[in-house]
């Protein structure tokens, strides 16, 4: 597995333990996955940045912005955390990690 | 704030400046009105030479207090229930302007059965979720959710707002206010006498705060707490009468009306969330569109904006144009983005008048969040604290961090001060006033208009041939701004005329938002600002001709204040419900039957040409202004009224409770609910927050500005003349506790808080009490928050002793009352802060 992988690897179980602690807001589980989702995140710009024709390159940076983008929305809350949309981000985020690893394979 | 927004409709001070002076008292809470705003603060003076009484609440002794008829000293945070023993006393003792809050607020209407007020559960209102820690508001509505809401005139009714509020506030007695407060019984019924004698039909009282009420966990409810007190004495929309929301440097106004928060468009429009089903511009106006009041009107604000914004390309096909828009997903406001800068989400940051090193709380946190950013630019005249953080911050001084280890690229652009460009402030008041280009900034120096328009420029050539979706929304952005002289200056007026408004097809400027459309034929950047600009050449914030002085007092000529001019908001509510004045000493604005039109001093705060006689016929099910009656001034608030209770739009209670400040000497002598339950607090390492009674930590820990200090420092410290009219930072100590602390004027203490340590020198005066509250001695310290080490003057930053917390409704920061400890001596060598 790439080191970024890991890093989206990490962030999946820490997504999960979030989920799993629900309705209490873990907040350090929360800002340790935003930051391992981060450092995947800088990999794949790097990758989209290499090969900018690569719509799947692309397409996957958008994927985890969006995972980001609901994982900072349980962390800071508007109103209620959406915890239903975290568990959708957690399955974007393993099947993202599936087809990373199928497409290394 | 969304107290005031809340409560009456609009989230500004609801008269102008100048007509303090028509007040027949002033009570300045949560403000050193006579030091930081002294310009405005001489219309109280002028108003004192007319026989008016001035009250200072605060927890010093300042040079407004020494001004002051009365200063009742209060513990820093304990305001709520200072403000809720004023409204305790009013309705006790039965002293409230009956005819005026019985027809102009909601205190007849009925609540729902299953409202369970805090009182009567140890500070938690109904709804609330322990684990989210919010609140769930179906059981704040009106009973029946009836439109009308069921109303009981007589006040009877065990569920009226009158009577949850006589019982909400029933244990706010002037004893219990004294031991919370530590202000006098005495001094405290002194001050409600004053206001209740210069409140009704001939008399009227003005509040004047500043962020001394909003920089606290809870400040919207300070601010709601005085609402309902002014609404109650019937101060509202009338000459002298009102809340002057003393905003913290000069143009604040104008950065909420076109902000640059992160959950508002221009107009006081609310930002789409995606998670709160604002997915499609249907969905966005179905939802926030309001079917009663004035802001029915909103679909054609929203698309009058989008249309501003992006031209040709927002037609009906697109929303109009609405995908543009971001959306929100989260809190993104100033306190999550700084501990999201620290996780790497943030890779980019710019900073244009602002000093967040010396100005947000928890500088420690602020400078680790810097230090992982990618690219960080700093706009200023001269380097500031947060330019310089990662050569000089307080972590690189410490040795916690070096410049090489900061990968931070940092660019310091020179930005042009007012007389080196033209444009507008818009100040306290609500009024837009334009100031010229007097001379070229020197060297590169540019204004921050020049700066944004020329990024835009180069943004939207990068973007140019991109096929992406998200891209579009540059591409679409209208960018079409005159430029002027040899840097290629953009036209300010030209921005200020799209601001105001035009028709689409002919550019035809607009004089006033009642002819703003919702079908795509107006355009209008904000507006609230329309009629600024309301033809060809014609530019109202310079208009510069005040009132003689036996004119009506307005001055509609001096500038442009929003919404149409107007001056006084809610200024219908200066006539009775039949339309007539409540006095000739207090006239306003009258409904004249002669012309049938409403008349005054003043424009008229509502539908000009309609009867104070005029009821809505609820057979027809009313839409908008036509659900509003004649006698309901309040028309932006969807039942015309002010609102004492609030079912929606608060997020921490609809009425204002009294909890400990988030750090606190003292348990909450009310309930058992120590702080406000839904305050936003950060539990990250460096931002840990002392439990109630700590005695690591025993004093209770206040920051203010100096008059000579402007905003975070740096345009004064780097200016010699300035800068030695106050050399050295200081923290302010009672001679009680510098006695107990061995302390001395001048001598080192060193301040401490779980999150950092400061020295700073003392000042030992008798401008600091000690409290006894709750049955114990309390001291509090206090010290100028606007000390870095830039320039000729520099001293410890005392933010930097600050947590991390957020109001519930505004995530703003508390910086007016927390606890920290004081010892006599000196950091370690290493530990010192030095000036650069």
């Avoid at chain 2, 109650?232 to 106004?253: E, F, K, Y």
């Avoid at chain 2, 004027?745 to 005066?765: C, G, H, N």
């Avoid at chain 2, 320039?791 to 600050?802: D, E, F, I, K, Q």
Wanted: with cysteine; hydrophobic share 40%; charged share 20%.
């Amino acid at each position: 597995m790439s080191p970024d992988a890991e890093c989206g690897g990490r962030a999946l179980a820490l997504i999960d333990q979030v989920l799993a602690k629900r309705p209490d807001k873990d907040d350090v589980a929360l800002a340790d996955c935003a930051r391992e989702l981060c450092v995947y995140r800088d990999a794949l710009i790097l990758a989209q940045r290499a090969a900018p024709a690569d719509k799947d390159a692309r397409l996957r940076l958008s994927h985890v912005n969006s995972i980001l983008a609901v994982v900072l929305a349980v962390h800071f809350p508007i109103d209620a955390a959406p915890w239903d949309e975290l568990e959708k981000a957690r399955d974007w985020l393993a099947q993202l990690l599936s087809e990373a690893a199928t497409t290394a394979a | 704030m969304p107290s005031l927004g809340a409560t009456f409709g609009r989230g500004a001070a609801t008269m102008a400046l100048w007509d303090l002076q028509n007040s027949d008292c002033v009570v300045v809470m949560g403000s050193n009105m006579a030091e930081n705003h002294p310009i405005g603060f001489r219309f109280v003076v002028e108003a004192q030479r007319r026989g008016a009484k001035l009250i200072h609440i605060d927890p010093r002794f300042t040079r407004t207090s020494a001004l002051a008829d009365v200063h009742a000293p209060i513990r820093s945070g304990s305001d709520i229930a200072f403000l809720g023993g004023l409204i305790h006393y009013v309705i006790e003792n039965d002293l409230w302007f009956r005819d005026y809050a019985l027809n102009y607020t909601n205190l007849a209407h009925i609540i729902s059965d299953d409202y369970v007020d805090s009182e009567d559960n140890e500070g938690l209102f109904s709804g609330f979720d322990p684990v989210a820690k919010t609140y769930d508001h179906e059981s704040w509505q009106y009973k029946d959710q009836a439109v009308p809401p069921l109303t009981d005139p007589t006040l009877q009714h065990a569920n009226c707002v009158f009577q949850i509020l006589k019982r909400h506030y029933a244990r706010y007695t002037p004893e219990r206010v004294e031991e919370i407060t530590g202000c006098p019984k005495e001094t405290f019924l002194k001050v409600a006498e004053i206001i209740a004698a210069n409140s009704g039909r001939e008399r009227t009282t003005a509040i004047c705060y500043a962020v001394g009420w909003t920089h606290h966990s809870y400040g919207v409810q300070i601010i709601r707490a005085a609402s309902l007190l002014q609404a109650l004495m019937g101060n509202m929309g009338r000459p002298g009468g009102g809340i002057m929301a003393l905003r913290g440097h000069v143009s604040i106004q104008g950065s909420t009306d076109i902000p640059t928060l992160y959950n508002m468009l221009p107009g006081y429009l609310d930002q789409p969330n995606l998670l709160a089903g604002h997915a499609t511009l249907d969905d966005y106006l179905k939802l926030k569109t309001p079917p009663t009041g004035w802001w029915s009107n909103l679909p054609k604000y929203v698309v009058s904006l989008l249309k501003a914004w992006y031209g040709e390309a927002a037609t009906a096909d697109n929303e109009w144009g609405f995908q543009f828009l971001p959306k929100l997903a989260s809190d993104a406001s100033q306190e999550p983005m700084t501990l999201s800068m620290a996780n790497g989400v943030v890779k980019g940051q710019f900073i244009l008048g602002q000093n967040p090193l010396v100005g947000a709380v928890n500088s420690e946190l602020v400078e680790q969040g810097l230090a992982k950013l990618e690219w960080l630019v700093v706009r200023d005249f001269a380097m500031t604290e947060t330019g310089d953080f990662w050569r000089n911050g307080r972590r690189v001084q410490k040795g916690e961090a070096t410049p090489e280890q900061i990968g931070t690229e940092v660019f310091f652009l020179p930005a042009s001060m007012p007389g080196e460009k033209e444009g507008s402030v818009t100040n306290t008041s609500r009024l837009v006033q334009w100031h010229d280009w007097v001379c070229d900034a020197p060297g590169d120096s540019r204004s921050d208009l020049w700066f944004m328009y020329h990024l835009g420029l180069r943004l939207k050539a990068l973007y140019a041939d991109s096929d992406l979706t998200r891209d579009r929304a540059i591409q679409a952005l209208t960018w079409d701004y005159p430029t002027k002289g040899e840097h290629q200056e953009p036209e300010a007026e030209a921005v200020l005329k799209e601001i105001n408004g035009w028709t689409v097809t002919d550019r035809k400027q607009l004089s006033t938002f009642t002819a703003l459309k919702a079908d795509g034929s107006t355009a209008a950047g904000c507006w609230i600002y329309t009629g600024i600009y309301p033809e060809e050449g014609k530019n109202l914030a310079r208009a510069h001709v005040p009132d003689a002085p036996d004119g009506p007092g307005s001055h509609a000529g001096w500038a442009f204040a929003w919404p149409a001019n107007r001056r006084t908001l809610y200024n219908r509510a200066s006539a009775d419900p039949d339309g007539r004045p409540w006095s000739d000493r207090k006239k306003m604005i009258w409904w004249d039957e002669s012309q049938s039109k409403w008349t005054g001093l003043d424009v008229p705060d509502f539908v000009a040409d309609k009867r104070p006689d005029y009821r809505p016929d609820w057979s027809k099910s009313p839409h908008g202004m036509d659900a509003i009656s004649g006698a309901e001034p309040f028309m932006m608030e969807a039942t015309g009224r002010a609102m004492i209770f609030t079912p929606t739009g608060i997020k921490d209670g609809p009425l204002p409770t009294y909890y400990e400040p988030v750090e606190s000497p003292t348990r909450n002598a009310f309930h058992a609910q120590q702080a406000s339950p839904t305050v936003h607090t950060y539990d990250v390492p460096g931002n840990a927050l002392h439990p109630p009674e700590d005695p690591r930590f025993p004093y209770v820990f206040t920051t203010y500005r100096l008059t000579e200090m402007h905003c975070g420092g740096v345009p004064t410290r780097v200016m010699p003349h300035t800068a030695e009219l106050q050399p050295e930072a200081f923290v302010e100590i009672s001679p009680e506790l510098a006695e107990a602390l061995g302390i001395k004027t001048l001598d080192w203490t060193v301040l401490s808080t779980l999150r950092s340590e400061i020295e700073v020198k003392a000042l030992v005066t008798e401008r600091m009490r000690p409290f006894k509250i709750n049955g114990k001695t309390v001291h509090q310290v206090g010290m100028p928050w606007v000390f870095g080490w830039k320039g000729y003057t520099s001293g410890a930053v005392a933010n930097a002793l600050l947590a991390i917390t957020g109001d519930s409704n505004t995530s703003i920061h508390t910086t007016k009352a927390l606890t920290c400890n004081v010892r006599a001596g000196r950091l370690k060598a290493d530990q010192r802060q030095v000036s650069s």
